[in-house]
């Protein structure tokens, strides 16, 4: 193994056996942790509606919210959702409510009280190829968009963790600046808008002619890199270069229930809404923002 260059922040050597260490967790630390389980005991608050959503409007939060209120602008109102808020920063994720919902604790989570047994989905891909299947809207029938929808779907799943706990964490959360980790995943992250670019260039949305699941899974983590929101990366990794990144971005960014969706458990920013309960609480919300100018 060849000597770490002077500019090394440490000169690390692993151990031959892990420990963990609270002190290096950086920004993280008081809710990251190498043991799953719940920290505390809180029940999970109950509504009326037939989903109960328990979620912050991080990019994987804003997907399920945007999705319920894309079925709900289709008219179908057996989507009504409450949408409680889960403040990971302060370790909601760890309550032994939300562990029983999802044992990964990890937001968003999800519970369909629509029929006699209620079911708890949990990751935001399962969460929206249910709510896809429940209504029968946003995946395709047909066998092959099908497929390619799922594939672009699947895609996000496995792509934005090199975004978020990758470049993101390198590039601003790490206590230091690592050269090697940051170039690292700028370059997987680059990479990955090229991919974007390159099949939006042939088609209108990620599955085809239609918007799907897919789109509605990449958008608020693409979407937000190409504005230069996530990070404030944007002239870093050259985002604007993403031309039909870009025009995709927008597109989707205009629709009615994106721009609903996208506020609901957000806890800072303009509009903020901390729960949805009912539609008129998004509608208060976006008309306090435009009376504020």
């Known amino acids: 193994m060849s000597e770490p260059p002077p500019n090394h922040p440490a000169g690390y050597a692993p151990p031959k056996v892990w420990q963990w260490n609270k002190e290096n967790g950086g920004r993280f630390a008081a809710i990251n942790r190498p043991i799953a389980g719940p920290t505390h005991e809180k029940e999970l608050p109950v509504g009326k509606h037939p989903f109960q959503l328990y979620s912050l409007a991080t990019p994987n939060g804003v997907k399920v919210t945007v999705m319920l209120e894309e079925l709900l602008a289709l008219g179908h109102k057996g989507a009504e959702y409450d949408a409680w808020i889960i403040n990971i920063g302060q370790g909601d994720q760890f309550g032994s409510g939300f562990v029983d919902v999802n044992p990964n604790s990890k937001i968003p989570a999800l519970m369909d009280r629509s029929g006699p047994t209620p079911i708890r989905i949990f990751e935001s891909g399962a969460i929206l190829v249910h709510l896809a299947e429940k209504f029968g809207a946003f995946l395709p029938t047909d066998p092959a968009r099908r497929a390619e929808t799922l594939s672009w779907l699947f895609w996000q ?8 706990g990758g470049f993101g964490h390198f590039y601003a959360y790490a206590p230091f600046k690592i050269e090697y980790a940051i170039d690292r995943f700028a370059m997987e992250v680059k990479r990955q808008l090229d991919v ?6 042939e088609s209108e ?3 085809g002619d239609d918007y799907t699941i897919a789109d509605i899974a990449v ?11 996530a990070y404030e990366s944007g ?3 050259d985002v604007k270069s993403y031309t039909n990144v870009q025009r995709w971005t927008e597109q989707i960014g205009q629709r009615p229930a994106v721009k609903r969706g996208r506020i609901v458990n957000r806890a800072q920013g303009t509009p903020a809404l901390l729960e949805r309960h009912e539609a008129r609480d ?11 100018g």
């Open 157 to 164: 799943m496995g792509s934005a963790p090199y975004l978020g």
């Open 196 to 201: 974007l670019d390159r099949r939006l260039a």
């Open 205 to 207: 949305y990620l599955g």
């Open 219 to 229: 958008w608020p983590w693409y979407g937000l890199l190409a504005k230069g929101g």
């Open 235 to 237: 002239e870093f990794l």
């Open 282 to 292: 998004i509608d208060e919300a976006l008309a306090a923002k435009a009376e504020a």
